[in-house]
């Protein structure tokens, strides 16, 4: 390879330099917080750290492999100090990013350099070729350029990765993707020291260069398909773990509901005795006695001042719990639902869609609240549900903010199941997504569809079933 000059090999690092730190900003600052100003220091700091390693390992022989290390602990510090999030979800983005720029950059650079070195003993014909300082700037450039787009590609296309979870789940992805990253740095500090595939003298430098080119393109290549499946894999797991969690939570409320009714059933048969009993009272005038009566029958049979007689006992039941919840806390309550004779949901699956689609509403009023951005009298939520034609519609609306709403735009049947009930979510709103999931889950197995929508601060989402369609397993079907 030709001598370069010291300097020269700073100036032509700049480009990549620059690259890199670019990429990682943007990758980071999809995923964490982070003020303008912050953000400017973090860019400065790296960029210079980044090319202070470059000089001192040109001008000082810092080994390379030192100089990795300080490289991805460069990284690491810098997010950590100017990023705002859990210092386990900052460390989880800086690994991404190291684990990410590492792989591709020695992924492409080895497959580039053996197409280097294939063109230029097959094609131009030279027996022993050397790559050359010019084309070993060239492979590392493109190899830079593609690793920058993977990352910013990537930073898209994560937002399952970085859906809150415990704070361990992300120790336990990071880790094992930097110790791939540092597998990957000795891997390159034995590639300049020489250390090559050798053939025993059987065959020409050529083969030996080539053999261990191709080498390092099928390690690393393997390094990036177990990441990939390690990190997609465990996040998958883990959300299948809290949609199942979440899935039993609601078995324990629908008989809890149920249990709820149940009891005011027997208030009701009860309820002729009850009136004899009352009776007595008010005619010895006795109203203290009467009045604590009330009370315990109130409470025994959860009347309250219930309005919601929806044609469903569980859905009854379950909006008068929502609307406590809403009335405690100063947020404006319309109802009008109406569960047809005809409709073929099962009392389970109405409490699925109707729980979390209320919850949801709840909590996005309640964080509206807390942003004072708002009135506590101007935060509501409606709900209207009743059959039309052959379908069954549920539509729910509640003030909202721009941070609280989720994917927007229409979900059908065909939708669902080509991309699986995990499109729908967007935004990183803990409990959120997963109970959206849910609610997808229902509509996949009524062959329904769903449309979400906002506007003028007021989040509106619409679930279409067909009556008349036969419910499928969910389970059986994905």
């Known amino acids: 390879m030709t001598w370069v000059p010291d300097y020269m090999e700073i100036i032509l690092s700049l480009p990549y330099t620059i690259g890199n730190v670019w990429a990682i900003d943007v990758f980071c600052k999809k995923y964490l917080e982070v003020s303008k100003e912050k953000e400017k220091l973090f860019l400065l700091f790296l960029f210079i750290g980044k090319m202070s390693l470059s000089v001192l390992s040109v001008f000082c022989g810092l080994p390379f492999i030192i100089h990795a290390l300080f490289r991805h602990a460069l990284v690491i510090g810098l997010v950590m100090l100017f990023f705002q999030a859990d210092w386990e979800k900052k460390l989880l983005a800086a690994s991404i990013s190291i684990t990410v720029i590492t792989l591709v950059v020695d992924f492409c650079d080895s497959f580039l350099s053996v197409l280097v070195l294939f063109i230029l003993h097959n094609i131009k014909g030279i027996p022993i070729p050397i790559i050359e300082v010019r084309e070993a700037y060239l492979t590392a450039y493109i190899a830079s350029a593609i690793a920058v787009f993977m990352l910013i590609w990537l930073s898209k296309r994560l937002k399952y990765v970085f859906y809150p979870k415990i704070k361990k789940w992300y120790i336990t992805i990071s880790v094992p993707l930097l110790a791939v990253t540092t597998m990957i740095d000795i891997e390159g500090w034995g590639a300049e020291h020489g250390i090559l595939v050798r053939s025993g003298g059987n065959l020409s430098l050529y083969y030996d260069q080539l053999f261990s080119y191709i080498g390092i393109f099928v390690f690393t290549a393997l390094s990036m398909f177990a990441t990939v499946f390690y990190v997609f894999g465990m996040s998958r797991i883990y959300l299948e773990q809290e949609k199942s969690s979440q899935y039993h939570s609601r078995i324990a409320a629908y008989k809890m509901l149920d249990e709820q009714y ?126 039309v034609k052959k379908c069954f519609l549920l539509e729910v609306k509640n003030s909202t903010n721009a941070a609280d709403v989720p994917e927007i735009g229409y979900t059908g049947k065909n939708n669902i199941s080509r991309h699986g009930a995990r499109s729908i979510i967007k935004n990183n709103v803990s409990g959120h997504g997963i109970g959206l999931l849910n609610v997808k889950d229902v509509v996949y197995k009524y062959n329904g569809a769903i449309n979400m929508n906002v506007e003028n601060g007021i989040f509106v989402i619409s679930i279409l079933l067909p009556l008349n369609n036969t419910a499928h397993d969910i389970n059986k079907t994905i």
Do not use: P
Request: some cysteine.
């Open 262 to 387: 149940s009891q005011s059933e027997r208030l009701r048969h009860d309820m002729k005795n009850h009136v004899i009993a009352l009776s007595g009272l008010l005619k010895n005038r006795e109203l203290e006695k009467m009045n604590d009566y009330l009370e315990n029958m109130k409470d025994s049979g959860n009347l309250g001042n219930c309005e919601e007689i929806t044609g469903s006992r569980v859905v009854d039941a379950l909006l008068y719990q929502k609307r406590k919840v809403a009335e405690q806390n100063n947020i404006a309550w319309e109802c009008d639902v109406q569960i047809s004779e005809i409709c073929r949901i099962n009392e389970f699956d109405l409490c699925v869609l109707f729980g979390n689609l209320l919850d949801n509403a709840l909590q996005a009023c309640e964080r509206l609240q807390c942003s004072n951005s708002v009135n506590d009298s101007d935060s509501f939520i409606d709900i209207r549900a009743k059959a």
